[in-house]
């Protein structure tokens, strides 16, 4: 069974520094990867998408990037947080070639301050 | 652009009541369908999909219909439960790596 596993579960940082976070996926072999963020309360914005290794594409712009360094992992990061950048994020994967049902991850919380 | 449209923010249930969310959405192609339901402090987990017109998709006693001449896909549950207690999102993907959500419904069911 595949598993999706994203960290840190939370974070509080200082406006102005930088940010990484990450997303694994076990068990599925060249899945397709996104990030979204979502603000308390609010609807899901999808950010970035990746169908491969090394490759990503930006859905919005919020000062923020992504990147895919293996195969089962997907990292988001910025180097100057804002206050805006508060929020959930969540990583998703689905199948290769099924680009359409995801499927979510637990979701990391981030409080900027 | 896409778009998909929630119109209740919160609904307010009894338990055995019947539940209807309404969605509509907006896109240039034949977009397939999608109802996510969130609880607090989690990732959103998928419910069930619809690619084409009039298929149903279900689960967990949700359905929802695609109707491509309304452009709708309502939620629907015969008898509602406590634990169904949750945000619901309705989305839409044009079959690309795109998907867009709708602003959710929160529903609330008292026992």
């Known amino acids: 069974a595949q598993t999706i596993h994203q960290w840190p579960v939370a974070e509080i940082k200082a406006v102005g520094s930088p940010l990484s976070l990450g997303c694994t996926i076990k068990?599925?072999?060249?899945?397709?990867l996104y990030w979204y963020w979502q603000a308390t309360g609010g609807t899901l914005q999808q950010l970035f998408y990746s169908i491969t290794v090394g490759q990503v594409e930006s859905v919005v712009q919020l000062n923020l990037s992504a990147s895919r360094p293996k195969d089962d992992q997907f990292i988001l990061s910025t180097e100057k947080l804002l206050l805006s950048h508060s929020g959930f994020y969540l990583c998703?994967?689905?199948?290769?070639?099924?680009?359409?049902?995801?499927?979510f991850g637990p979701g990391t919380r981030l409080l900027v301050l | 652009g896409d778009s998909v449209t929630q119109t209740e923010g919160q609904v307010a249930l009894s338990e055995e009541d019947f539940l209807t969310i309404h969605c509509n959405y907006s896109a240039s192609g034949y977009p397939a369908l999608f109802w996510y339901v969130q609880y607090p402090g989690e990732g959103p987990q998928f419910l069930f999909r619809?690619?084409?017109?009039?298929e149903k998709g279900s689960s967990r006693g949700f359905e929802a219909t695609y109707d491509k001449g309304t452009t709708s896909f309502h939620l629907r549950k015969a008898s509602v439960q406590e634990s169904d207690s949750a945000v619901y999102y309705c989305?839409?993907?044009?079959?690309?790596?795109?998907?867009?959500f709708g602003s959710g419904t929160r529903l609330l069911v008292s026992p």
């Open positions: 989305a839409s993907g044009t079959g690309g790596y795109k998907v867009v």
């Open positions: 998703a994967w689905s199948l290769p070639g099924v680009q359409d049902t995801q499927y």
């Open positions: 619809a690619s084409r017109d009039k």
């Open positions: 068990g599925k072999s060249s899945p397709n």
